[in-house]
């Protein structure tokens, strides 16, 4: 997956390891939180490769995300 760094660097941030959490538990919120969402990380990177076609730099969408999960 071309942006998987970019995006198990916004899922920490978003979501941060609490202390309680084990490894595998982290994974699955973050996991979940796709599911909820209604897409996959590969289907993210690929949205993200769309955006970088038209323009947008992987820093401004990556940006607009954070923007997004800060809202709620």
């Known amino acids: ?36 969402m209604g897409i996959s990380k590969q289907e993210l990177s690929n949205q993200i490769e769309i955006g970088v076609k038209n323009g947008y730099s992987v820093s401004e969408q990556m940006n607009i995300i954070k923007m997004a999960f800060n809202k709620k």
């Open 1 to 36: 997956m071309k942006y998987e760094a970019e995006i198990n660097n916004i899922i920490s941030e978003v979501f941060p390891k609490e202390d309680w959490m084990t490894e595998d538990e982290h994974k699955e919120i973050s996991g979940k939180t796709f599911e909820v």
